[in-house]
């Protein structure tokens, strides 16, 4: 189970644009292995929707999902820029610094911001 936790991507956002996201911690199922994970994008218009669609893909690869907050991206590819703010009203805020970590792992290249404001 530990190859299976390895091989889920740590950050999957939309390419461009403004858009809600959620920071998870993914577990294995019955075990102590886990890793927080970065989920974002345009086509869910509540921070639920997110958590909705990526829960039962990780139960079938039998890992469980606890949703650790939410928040805005602001993604600005031409430019290499990100910015981490806002908060979920479903989930609370999630940790925006630990966020912005994540997403430097996958945008190294980038210039990346995070901020408690709400815009």
């Known amino acids: 189970m530990a190859d299976a936790l390895a091989k889920i991507p740590v950050v999957e956002i939309d390419p461009e644009g403004t ?4 920071l998870l911690t993914v577990k294995v199922k019955d075990g102590e292995l886990h890793k927080d994970v970065v989920r974002g994008t345009k ?3 509540y921070h639920n929707h ?10 079938a690869l039998g890992m469980e999902c606890k949703c650790l907050g939410g928040g805005k991206i602001e993604h600005n590819s031409q430019d290499k820029k ?8 479903a989930f609370g805020k999630a940790d925006h610094s630990v966020s912005a970590e994540k997403l430097k792992s996958a945008f190294s290249d980038y210039e990346i911001t995070w901020s408690d404001d709400k815009k």
């Open 50 to 59: 997110i958590f909705e669609k990526v829960n039962p893909a990780m139960e």
């Open 43 to 45: 086509s869910a218009e």
């Open 19 to 22: 858009f809600k996201y959620i």
């Open 82 to 89: 990100l910015r981490v703010f806002g908060e979920s009203t």
